[in-house]
């Protein structure tokens, strides 16, 4: 039997509802009271579609309520009352505030006929989970436990990738060694005297000597007397000259699929180990990172807004909170993509494969943003976007490009996407686009949008790490294209080390000045102290090295008498002031002058000083 209330049909769900039980009327009697039960959910469902699909509606002086009691007829009317007051509220409301009047919204058309409309759309049920961070962000898994800079090192270039490294560089030796007569200084390597080569490239780096020649670095005079005592200036350049980090027999058939199969497979090791150790904070930044070099290289680029101008291009994503990279995808001219995706959209959807379905904001520039991305992230992968749009897409109207006047925005909306046009100075307008902003508010102190300065403050990440790497780099003039990558990848994993130790060590921050300077001379200092323990034990060792060892080490070591004299009366020594007129029994072996215990070396202070 049908029920109407007006000219409006009676939902079973809504209005059938007495005393918590649902009930269905008109099927039975009044007479039949005690026979009525609780309607289940399919048939629910299938009432209210029975009510709804039916077009013939009853003429207004027709019983509405049929053999309904009076009690069930007053409920009805009482619930019918209580909705017609509410939607009455509701009209009320929106005539008094226009920004809820749906008289007030005005849809605009791009150019290819995309809908937008200038009213932000009302939002129902729950509210959106956008940006909101369900895992607690910084360190995870190994990395929470980190104690020193070389530990946090370790857990992304680990002793694995080390082992490789040492396992290419020993081949080359070898074929070198074949062609040459073999010198003292042209031997195999192993993995602690590459973890020296490496802390020293980091102690150049910390210092911003790494233009510097080497000439300079290992001289007594002017130079740091850690880099002679941790190896010879003719072995750091073999070791410099021979590293490789692929099998170089087969490298050709490898080449033709990849061109940068030459440091693949230990770049893979890295990034995957910067995934898996960090997570991101809210918002992220993806951008492009310009490795310079002017060598032989087949994806060499040229990028005029670049400072380095020429190199090979890096497009990163890094967190904006502490700038960690978490992950990098090296450009190597064409890429191949599936279902005719756009090139700029298949970078984004690969370097967040990190964080899809965390809810995380996402903010580039306007070589990735798209209309079609901004859905697709959204609605595939839970992720905002964040960008400058170009000009030339065919989703904008033509009235959001035109010019206007000074510090004017105009905004538009369509489902979770938000668009403003802002005119900054005079002939100037610029587009972003976010899924992250519902809303056209309005920066009251500045007069620009939110939206813009969110995007401000969140923009330049990936371009404050490239400068942080320029900062202390280890690179050095080389022509190899792998080794200049090699030496990025050495500054990036110290940037990233240092953000894993500082979050899990919150003290260090507070205790120290120039954090990552500090970082890097600590961090390079103990991936040389196993080496120069090592070298400590070679018996034919120069005096002066071993002593210098000990006084970096802070060891004693045994003194070897048969490098004193002992002179048969004491005689005043010749470093000390006349004054003190302090007497000795010892004297140099090499130009047998006395010298007390204050001056007491392997060598005279002049003697070492000559070796």
């Known amino acids: 039997m049908e029920r109407w209330v007006g000219q409006t049909p009676v939902c079973s769900k809504r209005l059938l509802k007495f005393r918590g039980d649902f009930l269905l009327f008109g099927s039975m009697d009044n007479s039949n009271k005690e026979n009525r039960r609780p309607l289940t959910e399919k048939e629910l469902e299938w009432e209210a579609e029975n009510l709804w699909a039916n077009e013939d509606q009853p003429d207004a002086n027709e019983d509405i309520f049929g053999d309904l009691s009076d009690e069930d007829e007053d409920y009805v009317l009482q619930q019918q009352s209580n909705t017609d007051n509410e939607q009455s509220e509701d009209e009320e409301e929106q005539q008094g505030d226009p920004s809820i009047s749906q008289r007030n919204v005005v849809s605009i058309l791009g150019k290819n006929g995309h809908r937008w409309t200038t009213q932000a759309p009302a939002r129902q049920g729950r509210p959106r989970r956008e940006n909101i961070v369900l895992h607690l962000p910084g360190p995870k898994k190994e990395a929470r436990n980190v104690r020193s800079p070389v530990e946090a090192w370790n857990l992304l270039l680990t002793n694995e990738t080390l082992h490789i490294i040492v396992l290419h560089t020993n081949q080359e030796i070898l074929r070198k060694c074949q062609s040459n007569l073999p010198q003292s200084y042209k031997k195999p390597t192993n993995t602690t005297e590459v973890k020296a080569f490496i802390g020293l490239l980091y102690l150049a780096g910390a210092l911003r000597v790494s233009n510097c020649n080497l000439d300079e670095l290992w001289s007594i005079k002017y130079g740091n007397g850690l880099f002679r005592a941790t190896m010879s200036q003719q072995r750091f350049q073999f070791i410099a000259l021979c590293l490789r980090f692929d099998d170089k027999t087969d490298r050709n058939a490898r080449k033709m699929v990849d061109k940068f199969t030459h440091i693949r497979q230990i770049w893979d090791m890295f990034i995957n180990n910067c995934k898996s150790y960090y997570t991101p904070y809210e918002n992220c930044t993806i951008d492009e990172q310009l490795v310079s070099f002017r060598g032989k290289c087949p994806f060499r680029i040229y990028m005029a807004s670049k400072p380095d101008k020429y190199g090979m291009k890096v497009m990163m994503i890094n967190d904006s909170k502490t700038f960690y990279m978490l992950n990098a995808i090296p450009y190597v001219g064409k890429v191949n993509v599936e279902n005719n995706e756009p090139v700029p959209s298949y970078y984004v959807r690969k370097l967040s494969e990190p964080i899809h379905g965390s809810y995380r904001n996402i903010t580039i520039d306007n070589w990735f943003t798209s209309i079609p991305l901004s859905e697709q992230m959204l609605e595939q992968y839970k992720l905002t976007i964040l960008g400058t749009l170009r000009k030339n897409k065919r989703e904008i109207p033509p009235k959001f490009i035109q010019k206007k006047d000074v510090g004017t925005s105009i905004f538009a909306f369509d489902r979770n996407k938000t668009l403003v046009s802002y005119t900054p100075k005079e002939n100037k307008v610029v587009l972003l686009l976010s899924t992250l902003h519902p809303d056209s508010s309005i920066n009251a102190i500045t007069g620009k949008p939110n939206l813009?300065?969110?995007?401000?403050?969140?923009?330049?990440?990936?371009?404050?790490?490239?400068?942080?790497?320029?900062?202390?780099?280890?690179?050095?003039?080389?022509?190899?294209?792998?080794?200049?990558?090699?030496?990025?990848?050495?500054?990036?994993?110290?940037i990233n080390a240092m953000v894993l130790f500082s979050l899990a060590n919150p003290q260090w921050k507070e205790e120290r000045k120039n954090n990552r300077k500090t970082f890097l001379k600590e961090l390079s200092m103990a991936l040389i102290e196993p080496h120069l323990k090592e070298r400590l034990q070679v018996t034919n060792l120069q005096s002066s090295l071993r002593l210098k060892i000990s006084e970096i080490l802070e060891v004693d070591i045994p003194q070897r008498d048969h490098l004193n004299i002992n002179l048969p009366k004491k005689v005043r020594c010749c470093f000390c002031p006349r004054g003190k007129d302090r007497k000795t029994s010892f004297a140099c072996r090499m130009c047998h002058k006395p010298y007390c215990l204050e001056h007491r070396a392997k060598l005279c202070c002049n003697c070492e000083n000559q070796q």
């Open 452 to 494: 813009i300065h969110s995007y401000n403050e969140t923009k330049g990440e990936t371009d404050t790490f490239d400068q942080m790497c320029h900062s202390y780099t280890t690179c050095r003039k080389t022509r190899r294209w792998p080794l200049r990558m090699f030496f990025n990848m050495l500054d990036a994993c110290g």
